[in-house]
């Protein structure tokens, strides 16, 4: 109940187009929805985040589609760049004793073919 | 503003030994949580500081234990080192008032042999 499911594993875009990774969830407890970028060797860098209040949040080319009732979230990357070539991950906020945990998905790897 | 900074970078050690890695949070984070990212998964959860007491732990075993420090900086010690305990351990900062809100730091790899 404390897994992120994350598809596809990975994905080739040609340039400009849209990019969709998508996320299911089943704990109702979770109550906060990142997106995370990483490049090789590097450690994951925040991209955009949702509330479950919420059902869309965009900024710049990046937008989060948040469905509640079918507990799962996207992400869609418009006018995919060769930059945007790395793994995203989703996360879910799940509240463990005190604290705040996040719990990731297995990750996407996106190729962004110039 | 300093991000997130972790140290050292690499770590080569061997079954049996232990290891301290060391995190200094975001400034004005006063949470610091830390997880392990085998290779080609997602990061885990190992535990989260706050006001330096441990308020959170995953599914990781006694010894794996950390500290925080008065100025929020934590420490990541692994006892008894295991060949799995390879990986790439990230920290993460965030502030009370936002703690799902994290931010990581570049992550230190461990490789054990």
């Known amino acids: 109940q404390q897994q992120v499911k994350q598809s596809p594993q990975s994905l080739i875009v040609q340039k400009g187009g849209i990019s969709i990774i998508n996320c299911a969830y089943e704990?109702?407890?979770?109550?906060?929805f990142p997106w995370y970028q990483q490049f090789p060797g590097k450690g994951p860098a925040l991209l955009i985040a949702i509330r479950p209040d919420v059902s869309e949040k965009k900024e710049g080319r990046f937008t989060i589609s948040f469905n509640k009732s079918a507990k799962q979230f996207s992400l869609h990357i418009m006018d995919s760049q060769p930059g945007d070539s790395a793994t995203y991950f989703c996360?879910?906020?799940?509240?463990?004793?005190?604290?705040?945990?996040?719990?990731f998905g297995q990750g996407t790897r996106l190729t962004i073919n110039p | 503003e300093t991000g997130v900074t972790q140290s050292p970078t690499h770590l080569i050690k061997t079954r049996g030994q232990q290891v301290t890695l060391r995190c200094s949070s975001q400034s004005g984070h006063n949470t610091v949580s830390w997880y392990q990212q085998a290779l080609g998964q997602g990061p885990q959860f190992i535990f989260q500081?706050?006001?330096?007491?441990?308020?959170g732990r995953g599914n990781f075993p006694p010894r794996f234990s950390g500290l925080q420090f008065p100025n929020y900086s934590s420490e990541l010690n692994v006892n008894a080192l295991e060949l799995d305990d390879s990986a790439l351990y990230l920290c993460?900062?965030?502030?009370?008032?936002?703690?799902?809100?994290?931010?990581f730091g570049p992550g230190t790899r461990l490789t054990v042999l």
């Open positions: 500081y706050y006001r330096e007491e441990e308020n």
């Open positions: 993460a900062s965030s502030s009370n008032l936002a703690v799902g809100t994290q931010y």
């Open positions: 704990n109702t407890a979770f109550d906060y």
């Open positions: 996360a879910a906020s799940s509240p463990i004793q005190g604290a705040q945990k996040l719990v």
